[in-house]
């Protein structure tokens, strides 16, 4: 079986889909310690627990068991909110957006078969996507880099992401995702209330994690003002939110451009993106589609397609967050089986 190691692995949503691709997921490293609790209650391996910017490629090869093996696979997707389009009008931090830089210097270290990244379209506009490509090119790989829309791999969500794959010593790593992940290799599309539907009641009667936020009164009444399918221009007047009314064009028309709050996810779509307060109806389209609450953290994690048994630690706020923060399971297991099928190439370095 082919090794991998997950970097900035959060809960383990990558690492779940790299598994169910066939990569042995060796080891992980995630700073945030319930994030790291999350991931040792549902997989095997080491998971060290500390700053990337801390973590040497020795250290990666002695928690992988790998001294005496080429590790095949490193996969990262460094925190995305300095490059992310949601952040407004907060300034970028630096420091966390360097991180992209030490995924190049683990890369240099550990010399992995393939390399797969994972991010927010705007990395590919800052320099240090540049100084990483770049980097690897040097370094021997063949790579290219895609958008990819999670609900076109079958992700019930929609979830838009740059992507790059670097394969060792290849010249031509396929130049389109549909090259890359031919449409007859992917999961057929899923909506959010089919993937909603297919939850086990009887399960979720016992989860722990099938909870969702208890709303102020207020909260509540807008809720249950939102019409199936509705956003929060179905509102009544006396139900707006102030700071709602101030969005208006010069014109004096309501600006339909922001539409996220108060929003119920619809169920003959793909969910919206699910952020790090993807069950709070105030922060998004979070509303169920048909109940008077918000998605619970169960739902959730569903639209990230974790497998209902998927055990989370922390709070709410913080298993929220973790699952906001994941990569899609079913995403990351169609770019590891593709990474699979490049790496058995005649022309990948080490190819089996």
């Known amino acids: 079986m082919r090794t991998a190691i997950d970097l900035f692995a959060g809960a383990g949503g990558a690492t779940q889909g790299l598994r169910a691709a066939g990569f042995e997921v060796v080891a992980a490293v995630e700073s945030d310690h319930d994030a790291a609790a999350t991931w040792r209650l549902n997989h095997p391996g080491q998971i060290l627990e500390r700053d990337v910017r801390l973590v040497t490629a020795d250290d990666l090869r002695q928690a992988g068991n790998l001294q005496e093996r080429r590790l095949d696979l490193l996969k990262a997707c460094p925190p995305c909110q300095g490059f992310s389009s949601l952040r407004g009008s907060t300034k970028p931090d630096q420091r966390r957006n360097d991180l992209v830089l030490d995924t190049l210097r683990l890369v240099e270290g550990l010399l992995p078969r393939a390399v797969l990244l994972e991010n927010v379209p705007g990395l590919r506009r800052d320099d240090r996507f540049a100084t990483l490509t770049q980097g690897m090119r040097d370094l021997g790989y063949g790579l290219s880099d895609y958008l990819a829309e999670a609900s076109s791999l079958g992700v019930p969500q929609r979830r838009r992401r740059l992507v790059v794959v670097a394969i060792h010593g290849m010249d031509a790593v396929p130049a389109t995702l549909d090259e890359l992940v031919p449409p007859v290799q992917r999961r057929p599309r899923m909506t959010a209330g089919a993937a ?114 998927y055990r989370w630690h922390g709070g709410y706020d913080s298993i929220e967050r973790q699952i906001g923060n994941a990569v899609p399971v079913w995403m990351a297991q169609a770019l590891g089986d593709a990474v699979q099928r490049l790496l058995d190439a005649p022309d990948a370095a080490g190819s089996d």
Request: with cysteine; glycine share 8%.
């Open 196 to 309: 909603l539907t297919a939850l086990d009641q009887r399960a979720l009667a016992h989860d722990p994690v099938h909870v969702w936020r208890r709303s102020r009164d207020i909260v509540a009444a807008r809720i249950r003002a939102i019409p199936i399918g509705g956003t929060r221009f179905d509102l009544p007047a006396h139900l707006q939110l102030a700071c709602h009314q101030g969005l208006r064009t010069k014109a004096g028309r309501i600006n339909r451009s922001a539409t996220g709050s108060y929003g119920r996810v619809r169920s003959g779509e793909p969910a919206p993106t699910m952020t790090t307060r993807c069950t709070t109806p105030a922060c998004g389209s979070f509303i169920h589609p048909t109940e008077h609450r918000g998605l619970s953290l169960r739902e959730a994690a569903t639209l990230q397609t974790f497998p209902v048994q």
